[in-house]
């Protein structure tokens, strides 16, 4: 009995010195009180992702973080000027893939968006890079409209355009950016 109480109390003592993977330290940079979003080059012949993606990478700074976005309008969009830092960067690729078809038509039955980016956070006053990522990838998914018919009485268009899957893929990808602010310092 007096042996398996001094077990306990071992490793009550080890676990309580080895910890558990908490920290007391700021997951966000003290030094930076104000970062500029301009939007991201675009090197992709899909249209219109990187105003979605710049949309969506202001909305996830402004939730996730304690910095204020230097230069914001009314409308959300971001401009370069001002600011601690500058969160810079291009779309490098948006790539469609089928990832399965109907068996009776052969015709795409869901269908995946990669939106690939390269990211670069850099420090205005001092020139430091704070962070970068080359080919940062994230997907969204989606069912094409006009091809799905199992369960809808006469056939169907039900569906989803383009659109749906590349708004999911540059949320993701803003959430990414915004994890790797916090976790590079």
């Known amino acids: 009995m007096r042996s398996a109480a001094c077990v306990f109390a ?94 009776d038509t052969g015709l795409p039955q869901e269908l995946e968006v990669r939106v690939i980016a390269d990211v670069q956070w850099r420090d205005r006053r001092s020139g430091e890079v704070l962070m970068e990522r080359r080919g940062l990838e994230e997907v969204g998914r989606y069912i094409p409209a006009g091809n799905v018919s199992a369960g809808v009485e006469g056939g169907g268009v039900l569906g989803e355009p383009f659109s749906v899957a590349q708004h999911a893929a540059v949320a993701r990808l803003a959430q990414a950016v915004v994890d790797a602010m916090r976790s590079d310092f």
Do not use: H, M, W
Request: aromatic share 10%; net charge neutral; with cysteine.
């Open 10 to 103: 071992l490793v009550g003592v080890v676990f309580g010195f080895s910890g558990c993977g908490y920290s007391t330290a700021e997951l966000y940079r003290q030094d930076v009180n104000s970062i500029a979003l301009p939007i991201f080059e675009n090197r992709t012949f899909e249209r219109g992702v990187e105003a979605d993606f710049a949309e969506a990478l202001a909305k996830e700074v402004q939730r996730r973080t304690p910095y204020a976005l230097a230069g914001s309008s009314a409308s959300g969009f971001v401009a370069s000027a001002g600011g601690d830092t500058e969160l810079t960067g291009t779309i490098t690729a948006v790539r469609r893939s089928r990832l399965s078809r109907t068996a």
